[in-house]
């Protein structure tokens, strides 16, 4: 009875805590109603409020996906754990995908701009500002929430961890290679593996701790047979 009641008082704590911050940027998203609506690229998914919008507008969709999951997982006879790993699935990809589309979003200079890089720890940190850093702080925390429920072989801090700061370094190196007019730095690295982290040890209690059905599960090695002729006591001879 308490988990339920403390699961109802999270969930409506969450819901108020996303029609709050809907309700704050509300202005900022019905500038791109207009341009998504006619199904433009430019001023809907080349800004960060239409890629926000488009988001939230696909909540339903996502939701439909994680159902149909869950009823093909029930259909297998995994009715236990059915919930829980395909909204992992669905919040891994969907709480990722939107938010490093705005990272790989090019600047004024793409194209044109050299890719620039710095590599000396916290130099760059400073100047992110409190923004930036919770900006930086949530792009895989999705990752880092959702792959330690849905694959048991994650469910460690420094899988995470390394898991948090491998994505990172690929987005680096591709707004690198792409000259997209962004500077890739190592103090990105850092705070996106952090909010994995922080992400990770939120769901702590959700972890898996049983191998994929899919993993193969160790086998036993037999011990020889004795050959015929061979005895076990000493051998007599006359």
């Not at 109802?8 to 704590?13: E, H, I, Y």
């Not at 997982?73 to 395909?86: H, I, N, P, T």
Request: with cysteine; hydrophobic share 55%.
């Amino acid at each position: 009875m308490k988990h339920k009641v403390r699961t109802s008082v999270l969930l409506g704590l969450a819901i108020v805590g996303l029609g709050g911050a809907l309700f704050a940027v509300r202005r900022m998203l019905l500038m791109s109603v207009s341009s998504c609506a006619a199904g433009k690229w430019h001023g809907c998914l080349d800004t960060e409020n239409g890629v926000v919008l488009m988001t939230l507008v696909g909540l339903p969709v996502a939701v439909l996906v994680a159902a149909i999951l869950v009823g093909v997982r029930r259909a297998a006879g995994e009715r236990a754990v059915a919930w829980r790993l395909s909204l992992a699935e669905v919040g891994l990809v969907y709480g990722t995908v939107p938010l490093v589309w705005l990272t790989m979003m090019p600047g004024p200079g793409a194209g044109v701009v050299p890719g620039r890089v710095s590599l000396v720890p916290l130099r760059d940190l400073i100047g992110m500002g409190a923004l930036g850093i919770a900006g930086n702080l949530v792009i895989f925390a999705a990752v880092g929430f959702f792959a330690p429920v849905r694959f048991a072989r994650l469910a460690a801090v420094p899988r995470i961890l390394a898991l948090g700061a491998g994505c990172s370094v690929l987005v680096e190196t591709a707004q690198y290679v792409l000259q997209l007019d962004r500077v890739s730095s190592v103090d990105d690295v850092l705070v996106n593996a952090a909010g994995a982290v922080l992400a990770g040890l939120a769901s702590r209690r959700w972890w898996r701790t049983k191998p994929d059905p899919a993993d193969p599960a160790p086998t036993s090695v037999p011990a020889p047979e004795p050959t015929s002729g061979s005895a076990s006591g000493p051998v007599m001879r006359g």
